[in-house]
Structure formats: structure tokens, C-alpha cells
């Protein structure tokens, strides 16, 4: 399967978990990698330090900064911390992200799933300035939204919340298979730190370990977010779906970005609506024995 990772590595720990999985699938044909909100050349940087680790030469490319219609809303890089610690690329191709996203695409029509896991940025810029790109996709994946009325969530993701317009645009642009897995089913699955410490030994794994620390310096739990949307390409039996249209919502406030869910059987998205965490845990891990 060929996969372009879209992502905001380095604020959340779990797009590193996400790709040191596609990294180790033997399934998947890494396209590229690029990178989108606050200082995305440092995010640049935690993806070449996960693909040394692993011995690739992956196409990294730092993407967009700030959201469509203003600065952004996430300029942090915590995990950047753990860099002099490994080795890694500090300047990368001056292609522009969504041009790079744009030329593999046509290079590779009808095979290319374009894995979204960070503010939608980079994936509306290049529906909007390449319209002919997104019929010419595999698939459309991503790790966006809630689409249930889950308790003790936030009304709007994060991801929708960083950039509401890009989630819009890309919400009403047609594309193959556009799925999105949502906060309400990533919700459900989780480690604390002892239980990561224990899975995470592969050396692979190991700059992914290290950032977790990190994360859990300030948090109790790893949620699955992003990993989730990764292993749900290669193996579908961790989710099952439902379609329908969703909506996103925007707002002067914190809710900025809500993603409305309407279902119907002939809509034109597909999201997750349960998980089997075992299954998930079993499929991921099975790549690093």
C-alpha cells in the first residue's frame, strides 16, 4: 500500500507511535512524510530521527506553519527535546509540501491512500491549488473529528480545532473512500507509562519510547489516536464503520471546529464507530516481533 503520512508529529506522542508502525509494516510502501502546524521543521526533524532509527531514506517535507485563515494554534514542539539524542537531518527539501503531495499523486494515480493525521492544512491547500488530486486518491484516511456524543470528550478534536477551515474544505471535497476515525473510538485506546515501557523495547521503538517520557512527565495516559487510523488501513477488522455527512461547525470559541455527524448509508464519509482495542494492540505490535 502506497501511503503519504501527513502529520503534526512532536506535540502529541502518538503520531511517532503512528510512525514507527508504518515504518515497520511490511505492507506499507512510504511514500513520504510531510509535516504541518507550528514549526514544522522541527517536526521534520523527530521523523528523520524515528527513520534513521529504522534505516530508511524517506521523503520528509516540512509543510505549513499556521492554519488557513490565521496563526496557529498549536506552535509548540515539545518532543523536540529528545533530538540531541538522535540522529537526524536538520534541513530538508525545499519542495513546497503540498506541490511534493500533488506530483506523487499523479505520479501514482488510484494508488495513493493519503494518511492525514495532524490540522487538515496541508491536505485543504492541496484540494484546493490541485483540485484534479483528490479523484486521483486511493483513499482519504484520517484521524479527525468525534462523530458520537461520547462523555467527558471535548466538543471539538483537536486536529479540527487547530485548523476549522481546512477540516471544511476538506469535509466537502470528494474523495475515494473518505474516512476519518474519530476522538470518540481513539478514546478507547490507551496505556499508562508502565505498560509502554514494557511494549516499547524494539529498537525501532526506542526514540519513541524516549518521547514518551516526555508525554508522561505531564499525563498519565498514550492514547492511540493516530496509531489507530494507521493499523485501521491494514487491517480492517479493528474498526467497523458507519457513513453518512459530517459537518464541521464554526465558532468564536473552544468548540471552534466541531464536526457535526449526520449518518446515512449513501453519504459521502466513512467513519469508525467501534474498536476492538485487543485486535488493534495485536495487530500493532505484530509488526515489531
Known amino acids: 500500500m502506497k501511503v503519504i503520512f501527513d502529520t503534526d508529529i512532536g506535540s502529541d506522542i502518538d503520531d511517532a507511535v503512528a510512525l514507527a508502525y508504518l515504518l515497520a509494516q511490511p505492507r506499507c510502501e512510504l511514500l513520504g512524510v510531510t509535516t504541518v502546524s507550528g514549526q514544522p521543521i522541527e517536526r521534520a526533524k523527530l521523523v528523520s530521527a524515528i527513520c534513521k532509527t529504522a534505516d530508511r531514506s524517506i521523503p520528509i517535507i516540512p509543510g505549513n506553519e499556521n492554519r488557513l485563515d490565521g496563526p496557529t494554534r498549536q506552535p509548540n514542539v515539545p518532543q523536540s527535546s529528545v533530538l540531541p539524542n538522535w540522529a537526524h537531518e536538520s534541513s530538508f527539501e525545499r519542495t513546497d509540501a503540498v506541490e511534493f503531495m500533488a506530483e506523487t499523486i499523479r505520479n501514482n494515480p488510484n494508488e495513493v491512500v493519503l494518511l492525514a493525521v495532524g490540522p487538515m492544512t496541508n491536505v485543504a491547500r492541496l484540494f484546493k491549488e490541485h483540485p484534479d488530486t483528490a479523484s486521483l486518491l486511493k483513499s482519504l484516511h484520517m484521524m479527525i473529528g468525534r462523530f458520537s456524543d461520547a462523555d467527558n470528550l471535548p466538543t471539538s478534536e483537536w486536529n479540527a480545532h487547530c485548523d476549522p477551515a481546512a477540516a471544511h474544505i476538506v469535509y466537502t471535497t470528494e474523495a475515494p473512500n473518505h474516512t476519518s476515525i474519530g476522538l470518540d473510538v481513539t478514546h478507547q485506546v490507551s496505556m ?47 474498526c467497523e464503520y458507519e457513513n453518512g455527512t459530517a459537518i464541521v461547525k464554526r465558532t468564536s470559541d473552544r468548540d471552534d471546529g466541531q464536526t457535526v455527524w449526520i449518518p446515512d448509508a449513501k453519504g459521502p464519509h466513512r467513519v469508525g464507530k467501534t474498536v476492538d482495542a485487543a485486535q488493534f494492540f495485536d495487530s500493532y505490535f505484530s509488526v515489531f516481533e
Open 192 to 238: 499508562d507509562s508502565k505498560q509502554v515501557k514494557e511494549h516499547f523495547q524494539h529498537p525501532l521503538l526506542k526514540p519513541v519510547y524516549e518521547m514518551s517520557k516526555v508525554w508522561f512527565s505531564e499525563r498519565d495516559e498514550l492514547r492511540f489516536h493516530d496509531p489507530l487510523a494507521a493499523v485501521a488501513l491494514f487491517d480492517e477488522s479493528v
